[in-house]
């Protein structure tokens, strides 16, 4: 989920949060450990694909890889993963972006050390002396992200540099490095206890899955319309590619649903007067954030479907924005809907495996019957 | 991410100190000792696992009331001490919230880098409980939900122990306490030694766990000893008055000459620390020649 520098005030203490898992005639249709199972297999493969907004390849391929084999995808001129299915209108749209946030090399020193700047919005302090890794066309450099040498009274680093272990420019080009190049953090598929797991880009990593998922259980005879999913790109830098795909589709869409993180406060760091969404408690439908809102009575319809179909579906407004929003410009609604996430644009994203399985339910429910 | 990189960083991720297998040093290169004791955890006072696993790789070595792994060659006189001190500043469990949360309290206070604790921030951490290793990580404010709240001129304090809250899973104390988790677990940030550029290492403590794999290579080397030799692995060197040395002193010698093995280390303190491996084999040279009085 794109994190915006502005913070509209209006989206602030609103916190309309309906809790239908709270329901005990509800059962989280998750709960199943086979679903579970699945879930992880599908999500801790994309989480260790690397893809800075701009390099989303790996992911890109990660997500080919992953579909079931039926599925004919194309890729358009922005880099966005087209998955196209069913005939007939109304059209409805899902996207869920690929891209991670990170860095881009703008120089290197005499001294054999990278210059960076950030790709998408983040706290600078989480990789400072850590490892690194550079991602070149020749593979992936290890380096580690220099630590400050002063100013040590402040939370926030000055500009970060990575040392690759290069002691002239002359030899960190030799080690494939040239400005231009996407750098990150090593990251791994965590999983704690009970069904929870931690991991760097779970934004929106569990949105890719969530699609994935929904599309190996999809019924497509049951399909009443024309459905297509999208992986897009440069999510984290401006919903660039969702712009993209808005514009080639126009005013064909009747709704679109960006399938992207609910940021929550489910965590003794956050305030509690908004996107309170427990994690395990189910999807979320991300009513309102920063780039757009849906209109109520879409909510109450999306609530109606996910009773009927028993998936858990909390909702709330959070920050952010949503490459939903990119189609609202061509009078296309944005239901947008996503899954609760500690720790957002952290290494150490936590999420529950309940809710991804209960978001490709939705999504699911969704494509074949609303 | 390459395979070697991959290989590199999987070899970090081995967290169970006590189920990885005896190394036999005629096979292993100095270069993966130092690898694989960086990816070791010795909270200083609380080291007994690493001592373990260093107790099967060195035959004939035992373990003195104090916690010291010690190892004797030669005899008659001189007696002289080598020794490397193998603990590192770290976390216990300080209590345990109702909706599941770790707290913790620093252990060790002799680190050279004012950010040690910011360290912990957005990144995991293993909990060494009672069942075992357990995976956590430190709560991190959302950037998202931070926007908004903060401007230019803020006030940005850098952040301490006293604001980690460390995440297993656990939803409750009871469900953390049922991983095996209690107060005075150790915590470290987990442990992913990272190889980069021309044989460097990085990796949490890495200065001294280099340092003692050159001392245990030195040590393989089967060295003539010129009288006796005391080789010692010493605990509680961060903790009040260098406990660990004291008593190896108070139990074994006098000592006519104590050398304590060292390395050059760039980054120190933090969870990149980087040594040269080269440095390393230079080390291991001088000590084999210092142990044979050379």
Redesign the interface.
């Known amino acids: ?1 794109k ?5 509209g ?1 209006w989206a ?1 203490g609103l916190a309309a949060v309906v809790l239908l898992s709270a329901s005990p005639s509800v059962r989280l249709s998750a709960q199943d450990s086979a679903r579970i199972s699945e879930a992880q297999a599908v999500l801790a493969p994309l989480i ?1 694909s ?1 893809g800075v907004s701009s390099a989303e390849g790996p992911v890109r391929e990660t997500v080919k890889r992953l579909l079931p084999a039926w599925a004919k995808s194309e890729t358009d001129t922005a880099g966005n993963l087209w998955v196209r299915l069913g005939q007939g209108t109304p059209l409805v749209v899902f996207v869920a972006h690929m891209d991670e946030i990170g860095f881009r090399v703008t120089a290197v020193r005499d001294d054999g050390s990278l210059e960076l700047e950030p790709r998408g ?3 600078a ?2 990789f ?4 690194a ?1 550079v991602h070149t066309d020749k ?10 040498d002063s100013g ?5 680093p000055p500009p970060l540099r990575v ?4 002691t002239s420019r002359a030899g960190a080009i030799a080690r494939g490095v040239s400005p231009g190049a996407t750098v990150t953090m ?1 990251k ?1 598929y ?5 069904t ?3 991991g760097r880009s779970l934004d929106d990593r569990v949105g890719d899955a969530a699609q994935i998922l929904a599309l190996r259980h999809l019924d497509r005879a049951a399909l009443k319309h024309q459905v297509i999913f999208i992986w897009s790109v440069r999510e984290e830098i401006g919903l660039e590619g969702a712009g993209v795909a808005a514009a080639a589709l126009g005013t064909a869409p009747r709704r679109v649903h960006a399938i992207d993180t609910f ?3 489910d ?5 509690p007067n908004f ?1 309170v969404a427990p994690i ?1 408690a189910g999807a979320v439908a991300r009513a309102l954030d920063n780039s757009s809102v849906t209109p109520p009575a879409y909510v109450d319809s999306l609530l109606r479907l996910a009773r009927a179909h028993g998936v858990a579906l909390q909702v709330g407004t ?3 924005g949503n490459d939903g929003s990119m189609f609202t410009l061509y009078g296309v609604v944005d239901v947008a809907l996503g899954w609760p ?8 994203e ?1 999420i529950d495996l309940k809710d991804v399985a209960s978001l490709a339910d939705l999504v699911r429910a969704i494509a074949e019957s609303w | ?2 395979d ?2 991959r290989q ?2 999987a070899v970090g ?1 081995l967290l169970l100190l006590c189920t990885l297998p005896p190394v036999r040093l005629s096979a292993q290169s100095v270069d993966q000792l130092a690898l694989r004791l960086a990816s070791m955890t010795a909270v200083t006072g609380l080291e007994q696992a690493m001592t373990d696993s260093l107790l099967a790789m060195l035959p004939g070595s035992t373990r003195d009331r104090a916690g010291n792994v010690t190892l004797t060659l030669g005899q008659g006189a001189p007696k002289r001490l080598l020794q490397c001190p193998l603990d590192e500043v770290g976390y216990v469990v300080g209590d345990i ?1 109702g ?1 599941g ?1 770790l707290l913790l309290r620093r252990v060790g206070a002799r680190t050279t ?3 040690f604790d ?2 912990l ?4 951490v293993t909990v060494f409980g009672a069942r075992g290793a ?12 931070t ?3 903060t401007g230019p001129g803020a006030p ?4 301490t122990v006293d ?1 980690a ?1 460390v ?5 409750t104390a009871a ?2 306490r049922a ?1 095996g988790i209690d107060v005075l677990a150790p915590v470290s940030l987990a442990k ?1 030694p ?5 044989r ?1 290492l ?1 990796a949490p403590g890495a200065g001294r766990r280099a340092a003692c794999a050159a001392l245990i290579a030195a040590v393989a080397a089967k060295p003539r000893s010129k009288g006796t030799v005391v080789i010692a692995l010493t605990v509680q060197s961060l903790y009040t008055g260098n406990a660990g040395l004291a008593s190896l002193n108070a139990l074994l010698g006098p000592f006519a000459e104590t050398k304590t093995v060292a390395l050059p280390t760039r ?1 120190t303190d ?3 620390e ?1 040594v040269a491996l080269a440095d390393v084999d230079k080390l291991v040279r001088e000590m084999v020649q210092w142990v044979e009085g050379r």
């Open positions: 989920m994190a915006y520098g502005r913070m005030g602030v260790e690397y919005g983040f706290l302090s989480l400072e002396g850590q490892p890794l593979g992936d450099v290890a380096g580690v992200f220099v630590p400050r040590f009274t402040h939370h926030t040392d690759v272990g290069a090593p791994q965590v999983r704690l206890a009970g929870r797991a931690t940021v929550s406060a965590s003794p760091l956050e305030l996107a395990g959070t920050n952010g996430l500690r720790y957002s644009h952290s290494p150490v936590v | 991410m390459s070697r990189v590199q960083s991720a919230t909706d949360y880098y004012p950010l910011q360290q921030e957005g990144h995991r357990v995976p956590g990580v430190v709560a991190v404010k959302s950037v998202h939900l926007r908004g709240r940005d304090p850098v952040f604001n809250y995440d297993v899973g656990a939803a469900e953390a991983l992913r990272l190889s980069y550029g021309d460097l990085a980054y933090t969870a990149v980087t």
